[in-house]
């Protein structure tokens, strides 16, 4: 596994399922390597979503065909305890403008105190914005996350893979 896997799957994605406060999970883009997070959320409700249809086989039970940017078309306001949206800017969702309504989408279904999770490769081909600069994401405060002990971590590898951590204030 990448590095960037590893941290993802063995860090990130258990402490969401084994923590109380986040019941409600959203994972943003679906690939053969997601298809078995499920099993890491089986006492919470997970969901998944993509825009893609053929990418359905790799999601939840619980899945969504669309964009995250239509997420208030599929859910009410404040639903979320945790949004993870890894691997998804850059790679299809890749206009400013897109990532803004994204963010934005994800800070209307995130409940109170909710967490949204940004993995992304810190490397100027795929990365079409600096996060600093956008408006949407001004509306989340950076979070330290417990188990890194910090709101930004880049993993080793040449891509440079960055998990960045926001709560919904």
């Known amino acids: 596994a990448s590095p960037d896997r590893t941290v993802l799957e063995e860090i990130v994605l258990p402490y969401f399922g084994c923590q109380a406060a986040f019941q409600r999970i959203l994972f943003v883009g679906c690939s053969a390597y997601t298809q078995g997070y499920e099993t890491l959320f089986r006492h919470k409700e997970y969901w ?5 249809s053929m990418k359905r086989k790799y999601g939840a039970t619980r899945h ?3 964009s995250i940017t239509d997420l208030q078309q599929h859910f009410p ?3 979320f305890h945790a949004i ?3 691997g998804v800017i850059g790679f299809g969702l890749d ?3 897109d990532i803004e309504r994204a963010l934005d989408a994800c800070f209307e279904a995130l409940d109170h105190g909710g967490m949204l999770v940004l993995g ?3 490397r100027a081909r795929r990365m079409p914005v600096d996060l600093d600069a956008l408006h949407s994401l001004r509306r989340f405060a950076t979070h330290p996350f417990e188990p890194l002990q ?3 971590f880049r993993t080793t590898g040449r891509q440079r893979h960055t998990f960045s951590f926001y709560r919904k204030a």
């Open 84 to 86: 993870i949206m890894n």
């Open 77 to 79: 306001s404040a639903y």
């Open 95 to 97: 206009a400013v403008a």
């Open 150 to 152: 910090t709101a930004h």
């Open 48 to 52: 998944t979503i993509d825009y893609q």
């Open 120 to 122: 992304w490769n810190d």
């Open 64 to 66: 969504i065909v669309g």
